[in-house]
Nanobody, 123 residues
Framework: QVQLVESGGGLVQAGGSLTLSCVAS????????MGWFRQAPGKEREAVLC????????YYKDSVKGRFTMSQDNEKNTVYLRMNSLQPEDTGVYYC????????????????WGQGTQVTVSS
């Protein structure tokens, strides 16, 4: 079955960097839209960065443009989120999401989720 496992979160000072990993199993990345989402305390989960290989479309949350990048290694079936110049407002639980390309509305997936990894940015 589809499984997503995130790792790489932690505590970092403002201005620092982290790279999150999402290992996917049960499906091939080629056929799925992938995305990174976060949920800050007391807030709803929001899309941060998504990519759909069907048309190469990418979604960026405005506040992460120029700081966050997403990449994937199809051989390792792993998706990465590189986060630079982290700010306290980037704090939250980061989730990896996936959905078969043909079912996605827009660019961001909304079907399968990992368990999340905590990112805390101190000021």
């Amino acid at each position: 079955q589809v499984q997503l496992v995130e790792s790489g979160g932690g505590l970092v000072q403002a201005g620092g960097s982290l790279t999150l990993s999402c290992v996917a199993s049960g499906f091939a990345l080629d056929y799925y839209a992938m995305g990174w989402f976060r949920q800050a305390p007391g807030k709803e989960r929001e899309a941060v960065l998504c990519f759909s290989s069907s048309d190469g479309s990418t979604y960026y949350k405005d506040s992460v443009k120029g700081r966050f990048t997403m990449s994937q290694d199809n051989e390792k079936n792993t998706v990465y989120l590189r986060m630079n110049s982290l700010q306290p407002e980037d704090t939250g639980v980061y989730y990896c999401g996936a959905e078969r390309i043909e079912y996605v509305i827009g660019t961001c997936p909304n079907d399968y989720w990992g368990q999340g990894t905590q990112v805390t940015v101190s000021s």
